[in-house]
């Protein structure tokens, strides 16, 4: 015993003289989060020798630099080498620094979505923050030098946004495995059940628990109750789902079903709450920031949320939904993600935009690439897990992933090795047991491309 806390001792100085001297940490992960533009391949439109290569920024050593001929309109890129949601890059400037210079992202290194622009330089050390946007390829154009002599860069580092742990992954199985999950609907004060009740069939927890802020007295109550299990199922290892199954901002909370959640607004209400400053569009917000507490609690504990307020948005029955075109129910969800994210800070949230199978017109709803993180599509007809729909939930998502959001009948283990980009497949609470045997339960959830919690990675 002596022995182990006399090299304990020695152990804990010795590494301390290491972190001060900054050897004990690897240079590419000092700062918060992990730099993925470290030793990354880089593309650079210059060079002003081969002194100064473009390998240089992205080395991690403050003593070595990329520079650029001495010329305007240069850039250097960073090909991250697979698909991230990034939110900031750090630029360390050398003397010769840009006095307008913007930062792009792409998915292709061809097509470019300029993310913040300067266009008054100073240099030095810059961290810069923007919406969080997926992208493989990342981009510093540089428009004007501050020196006669080219650009040149010590550092370029390259930051996700909080809480990509989990959209990263799903973009790393996209193709090749599935989440299994289940929504875990009333009550809120037992917001586990169908989750224990599929773990007693299988021996095995869903991958992802899903869970509804509701509407009714007894579940607006509970509703703590209901994000504290959020926050349990996060510790526990699985992934989180959340959604609004609430009424429209023209009735208070509590409310019902039949003329609440299933309740139309008329045009005039609509323009109210979609535009800005409207009676109706100040409700919404009013709600937004009850339940804002909600997530906030979570982003404040580490848990990352997948976030589908509006679901199915061609299912005209809710008061949401239904809508087509730009300031149709898209308008709504933009409105509540920008509200949620710039104005309330929470960058905790992955943004799933679902559709289901009643109508393929899904591009009338499309709130905009920007918006969303994830497609989903609700999967209720008879004719189930058909190759049309999934193909044309390629052609929506693009590079991005896509996901079963809801069934009654389960998939099977081959049909979803036949349509591998399903990232995730949740089941709709009770309806899994009313719709699949126990042994086709069994034989989805055991499947060697289906993921249950235990095989998750570490996510936080």
């Given amino acids: 015993m002596k022995r182990k ?17 900054g050897l004990l940490i690897p240079k590419e992960t000092r700062a918060a989060g992990e730099n993925l533009a470290y030793q990354k391949t880089v593309i650079v439109s210059s060079t002003e020798s ?3 290569p473009g390998s240089y920024a992205v080395d991690a050593n403050g003593n070595t630099r990329w520079s650029s001929a001495y010329a305007d309109n240069q850039y ?4 991250l080498g697979k698909n991230y949601t990034v939110s900031s890059v750090r630029l360390a400037w050398e003397s010769a620094y840009a006095s307008q210079f ?34 493989r390829y990342v981009k510093v154009y540089l428009i004007k030098r501050a020196t006669s002599y080219g650009f040149s860069l010590y550092e370029f580092e390259i930051y996700s946004a909080a809480g990509t742990g989990v959209l990263d992954y799903l ?14 609907r009333e009550p809120n004060s037992d917001p586990d059940v169908q989750t224990e009740k599929a773990y007693s069939i299988t021996g095995q927890y869903p991958g992802l628990w899903s869970g509804d802020f509701l509407f009714s007295s007894d579940d607006v109550a509970n509703r703590w109750t209901m994000i504290y299990e959020c926050k349990k199922q996060w510790d526990k290892g699985s992934m989180v789902q959340l959604m609004m199954h609430v009424v429209p901002p023209t009735q208070s909370e509590p409310g019902s079903w039949d003329g609440g959640v299933v309740s139309t607004l008329n045009d005039s209400q ?17 709600r937004l920031d009850q339940y804002a507490v909600y997530l906030q609690y979570l982003k404040d504990n580490g848990v990352t949320v997948l ?11 809710f008061w949401w939904a239904g809508r087509t075109g730009s300031n149709g129910t898209a308008a709504l969800y933009r409105l509540t993600r920008d509200y949620l994210q710039n104005v309330k800070g929470l960058t905790n949230l992955i943004w799933v935009w679902d559709m289901q199978d009643l109508d393929y017109n899904w591009s009338t709803y499309n709130p905009g690439s920007a918006y969303w993180d994830i497609f989903a599509l609700d999967i209720y007809n008879s004719d189930g897990f058909t190759d049309y729909k999934y193909n044309q939930a390629l052609n929506i998502a693009g590079s991005k992933p896509i996901a079963i959001g809801e069934c009654a009948k389960l998939p099977t283990a081959s049909k979803l090795l036949s349509q591998p980009r399903w990232v995730f497949c949740m089941s709709w609470a009770e309806l899994t047991f009313s719709n699949n045997s126990n042994s086709e339960i069994q034989n989805l959830y055991w499947a060697s491309n289906v993921i249950v919690q235990n095989e998750l990675p570490d996510l936080k």
Wanted: glycine share 8%; no cysteine.
């Fill in 307 to 317: 976030f589908r307020p509006f679901h199915e948005m061609n299912q005209s029955i």
């Fill in 171 to 184: 973009y790393s199985i996209s193709g090749s495995k599935t989440v299994i999950g289940i929504h875990n």
């Fill in 76 to 79: 250097i890129i960073v090909d």
């Fill in 5 to 21: 806390v006399t090299y304990r001792i020695f152990s804990v100085l010795l590494s301390f003289v290491l972190l001060v001297s």
């Fill in 270 to 286: 609509w323009s109210s709450l979609i535009t800005d400053g409207g009676t109706l569009n100040k409700a919404w917000k009013t």
């Fill in 50 to 52: 081969s002194s100064y």
């Fill in 102 to 135: 913007q930062i792009q992202t792409s998915l292709d290194n061809s097509a470019w979505t300029t993310v913040y622009s300067n266009y008054n330089g100073t240099g030095g050390s810059n961290s810069i923050s923007f919406s969080a946007t997926t992208a």
